[in-house]
């Protein structure tokens, strides 16, 4: 029976039976009445936690007056929005788009078209094993996932993987047909993979001695993820593009792409796309960030950030943790053997959802105005999930 409820949808993930029917800051209950203590978030999207106030607010006020006038007129909410994260990332333009993966490509052809016009003709963009930025066929090729270059041939050429936090590696693979880096700052879907500290200031350094772009995809850790509004921030490196989607919607479909002057060199018909900007997403981008970037908000974020790994440290010692590592609201454990799939399930049985990126790693990315309390109650069902599990 159950098959028939979900056989017209194209299956690409397993799922568990429940249906999501609701959700409230950091709860989402399903259609059995029972309640989820969320630390998926949406894939670490709904930065307010669900259905926040904020939200409800931007779209009733702005679906009210405009929707959208089409992406060949200007609207209020886009241009907020854009001089918003013009002044808060110290970049020049942005342009937007609806997800991640065309975040990045937007990138992508941006340095593209600079390498045409500003490095005769230079192409290709280095990028990292086991990183992540997205699912179009540039992004995908972009992206260092194990299996992906075999996966439907053949693969997007003008992409060379180097080591994830080996700067050397990227001086290495410079040549003179390398126009970019592209790396995130801490690769989240490889499992919150921390590179060592000075690492964005050496690509940094490289880009510039080599007249190249350094582009950071915070798709992940921007808008607050890692306790401060961009990662990079943290590192005192200004890239000359980043690009952001998930947190910047809270959990609606926007993302952003944006440059330095020196960068953008765009003409016109180079870039474009029908919901790109629309006012209805933009207004709930403006409110998101307006939030965020509350430098109060941003501490609580750090703060949180601590309550967490104090948490898991103490779990760890239990429970045999291998590694624990993140920062802000993004964090990962190994565990001793390859058994975080079993956790997971565990935890959802218990009211609990976690994420497991690998086989032996749990991923942590609660909403990032999550309440101590609830992370008290969170690391109560991990206990329980994994003395149910034998993760020893
Ligand atoms: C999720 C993610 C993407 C892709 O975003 P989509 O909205 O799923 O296209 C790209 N880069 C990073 C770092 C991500 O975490």
Redesign the pocket.
Known sequence: MSEDKFSPLMPITSRPESIMIRGKGSYLWDDRGRRYLDFIQG???NALGHCPPEILEALGQQAGQLINPSPALHNAPQLALSSHLVSLSGLSQVHFA???????EAAIKLARKWGQVKRSGAFEILSTKN??????LA?MAA?GKAGWDTLFPPPMPGFRKVPFGDAEAVSQAITSETVAVLV?PI???AGVIVPPSGYLRDLRSLADDHNILLIL?????GVGRTGTFFACEQENVTPDII?L??GLGGGV?I?AMLAAKHACCFAYGDQGGTYNGNPLMTAVGLAVTKAVSNQHFLDGVAAAGIVIQDALTKLGDRFDFRDIRGSGLLWAVDLSRPCAADVQAAAFELGLLVNAPRSNTLRFMPALNVESDDIASAMEILEHALARVDVH
Not at 98 to 104: D, F, K, L
Not at 131 to 136: D, I
Not at 217 to 221: G, I, L, M, P, S
Request: glycine letters at 16%; hydrophobic letters at 20%; zero cysteines.
């Open positions: 894939w670490a999207v609806n997800s991640g993966a065309e975040a990045n990183g992540f930025h997205g699912r179009t992004t992206s995130e690769q989240g879907e995809d915070e798709v992940q850790t690009t989607g998930k479909p993302s």
